[in-house]
Each structure stands twice: as structure tokens, then as C-alpha cells.
């Protein structure tokens, strides 16, 4: 902790060293300072909460939809392992198609809303959590399986009893890893179609060279991001102590 801190200031500080000293350029690469002042002014006329507030709901509802989507997904198709086999080619090509390229088809389809929004996030992480679902759930232990069935259990008994319970690890790591991919893709919607979160003022700010802004929502983006991740590992510690 004492070195990533000692990382931290040093880097700070020779980012604001090598503002003031002209060794870069200010209007260019910002500086700490300016950006400690652009987000308390952010603050005080209250954008700072409106961008930041609208993101993360954005991020938050994309990410229950995925989880909740991508889950009930993965167990129709281990329950239905003909029908996985049907679907996995379209799954492959929907998780490897580049998501930036549907935003502009998205904006025709559903307009420039925040319906747009949603959907771009969640196609960004949903086809790659239904397949990593699926894969864990085919890969629980199978004596397990046949000791149920043995006991007269039924599938749904398999799933209640064994399946579940023995991915909860699975379904957390996937959790952690769908939240940051749903955040990507709400600021990839935003880039597109909003007229307020953090991608907007990022795009916003870039088109009018108000580049401490700009650098101000990254960081702020930065610490969402951290924030979010150490939620779903406090859960993960919860549920797994």
C-alpha cells in the first residue's frame, strides 16, 4: 500500500511539475490542479452529479439485465443441449462481432434514446456471459449429477441442488467481469446517443477542446469503474466467506 501510494503521488506530482514548467503543454495534457478545480466547480453547479448519476444508472440497469438475461439464457441451453448446439455458431459471432459497429444501426432501430443506450451495453457483455454460463454448467461434476438421479431427483432437483450452488463462485466471477464490459458499452452508447452522462461530456468536451473536462470524466469513469468492481467483490466475499 505504501508503494502504490508513493506510485500515485510521484506520478501526480511530476504530471503537475511538468505542467507548470511548460514541459508540457497545459491546454493539452491538463494538470492536477486544473482538474481538482474543474471538478469542484463541477460540483458546485451540480453537473458533476447529473453525468456521473446518469451513467451509473445506465451501467447499473444494463447490468441487471445481463445478469438476469445472460443466467436465465444459460440454463435453457444446458437444460436444451440440442438446442446449445443450434445456437452456439450465432452466439460465436455475436460475441466476436466489435458491439461499436451496431451503435449506428442501434440509433436507426430504436432512436436516440436511452433505450439505445441499454441495448448497446448489453449486447457488449450478453452473448460472452450466456457462453461462459453455459460452459461452467456443463462442466459441474457429473457423479454429483447421478447420485441425485439415483436418489429419484428430476432435473429441476439437479439445478436447485447441485448446478446452482456449485456455480455461485462461477456466476460472481462472471458478475465482475459483466460489470465493467456493461460500463464500456453505456459510454459507448453515450458517445452516440445522449445528451448527458460521463461519455457525452466526454465527447462534448473533446469537440469543443475543453480538455481538463475531458480528463476529469475519465477520472471519474476511472473511479466508477473501482467503485463497482469492489462492490461485486464484497459480495463475492460475502457469499463465498
Request: hydrophobic share 55%.
Amino acid at each position: 500500500l505504501i508503494c502504490r501510494g508513493f506510485l500515485f503521488l510521484l506520478l501526480i506530482g511530476m504530471w503537475e511539475t511538468a505542467s507548470r514548467l511548460s514541459w508540457i503543454d497545459r491546454f493539452i495534457f491538463s494538470s492536477p490542479s486544473l482538474i481538482l478545480n474543474c471538478l469542484w466547480s463541477m460540483v458546485l453547479d451540480g453537473s458533476l452529479f447529473l453525468h456521473t448519476g446518469v451513467t451509473l444508472g445506465e451501467t447499473l440497469l444494463s447490468f441487471a439485465l445481463v445478469i438476469s438475461i445472460g443466467l436465465g439464457a444459460a440454463l435453457i441451453l444446458w437444460l436444451s443441449p440440442t438446442l446449445a448446439q443450434i445456437l452456439e455458431p450465432y452466439l460465436v459471432i455475436l460475441n466476436s462481432l466489435p458491439k461499436s459497429a451496431l451503435a449506428p444501426l442501434l440509433i436507426v432501430w430504436l432512436g436516440n434514446n436511452t433505450k439505445t443506450i441499454i441495448t448497446a451495453a448489453v449486447s457488449v457483455a450478453l452473448f460472452g456471459s450466456i457462453m461462459t454460463l453455459h460452459t461452467g454448467f456443463s462442466q459441474t461434476d457429473p457423479d454429483k449429477i447421478r447420485l441425485i438421479y439415483s436418489l429419484g431427483g428430476k432435473k429441476t432437483d439437479v439445478l436447485a441442488k447441485v448446478l446452482l450452488p456449485a456455480s455461485i463462485p462461477l456466476i460472481i466471477s462472471n458478475m465482475k467481469v459483466n460489470i465493467g464490459l456493461c460500463l464500456v458499452g453505456v459510454i459507448i452508447g453515450e458517445f452516440l446517443s445522449s445528451r448527458a452522462g460521463l461519455g457525452y461530456l466526454i465527447i462534448y468536451s473533446s469537440q469543443v477542446f475543453q480538455m481538463t473536462v475531458l480528463v476529469s470524466s475519465i477520472i471519474v469513469l476511472c473511479i466508477m469503474s473501482v467503485v463497482l468492481y469492489q462492490g461485486i467483490a464484497w459480495l463475492e466475499k460475502k457469499f463465498l466467506a
